[in-house]
């Protein structure tokens, strides 16, 4: 069995349309993913990358494009303008590690939250809107976000952001296979081509 570590953000347009085409290709392929949630902002400050807001606005505009003409093609929603982006990801972050700990599985609370931002236009720093994502998602959100808000949870994310960093991760979606790295959800096809 192959396994593939996952470098991802709760804030990424780009990892919300791949997380569907990802664990398809996992279940296709019977690869086991290691999860590494990580702090997006804090990657770009420590890498040279700037947040949409940084960037010139062409480079806003083209991007803005891509992410409809990708979600176009892939048949999945997308909120171009979400309000509520970016916030501080890390208590949903925390919570999706809390419910890894919990035994549960992780990517449909991930894949809940990233669409809070880019469907349902939310603000994933909210605890409550935290508890009410995860318990529509058939979680238990108030225990899981409680817990994420612990000492534990945050300290896990704090050591997978320094390993991603250790480990020359730039930006995110990020797939690391024997030592190599595919960053973006334009590479899934390369992944494949690695995991069979």
């Not at 807001?53 to 003409?69: D, K």
């Not at 599985?105 to 469907?119: D, K, R, T």
Request: with cysteine.
């Amino acid at each position: 069995m192959k396994t593939l570590t996952f470098y991802f953000s709760l804030l990424s347009p780009w990892v919300y349309l791949a997380g569907p085409r990802l664990h398809e290709l996992a279940a296709e392929t019977g690869t086991r993913i290691v999860y590494r949630p990580i702090d997006l902002l804090r990657v770009f400050r420590e890498t040279g990358g700037a947040p949409l807001a940084g960037l010139h606005p062409s480079r806003r505009a083209y991007r803005g494009v891509e992410r409809t003409r990708w979600a176009r093609h892939l048949g999945m929603p997308i909120n171009d303008q979400p309000r509520h982006h970016p916030v501080d990801e890390s208590l949903a972050a925390c919570s999706v590690l809390a419910a890894e700990r919990a035994g549960l599985p992780v990517w449909p609370l991930a894949q809940a939250i990233l669409a809070g931002v880019w469907v349902r236009d939310l603000d994933i720093s909210d605890p409550e809107t935290l508890v009410r994502i995860a318990d529509e998602a058939g979680y238990p959100g108030r225990a899981l976000v409680a817990e994420g808000g612990g000492p534990s949870c945050r300290g896990l994310f704090e050591d997978h952001t320094r390993e991603a960093l250790a480990n020359g991760i730039f930006g995110v979606p990020s797939f690391v296979i024997d030592g190599e790295l595919f960053f973006g959800q334009d590479r899934l096809d390369f992944v494949r081509r690695a995991l069979v």
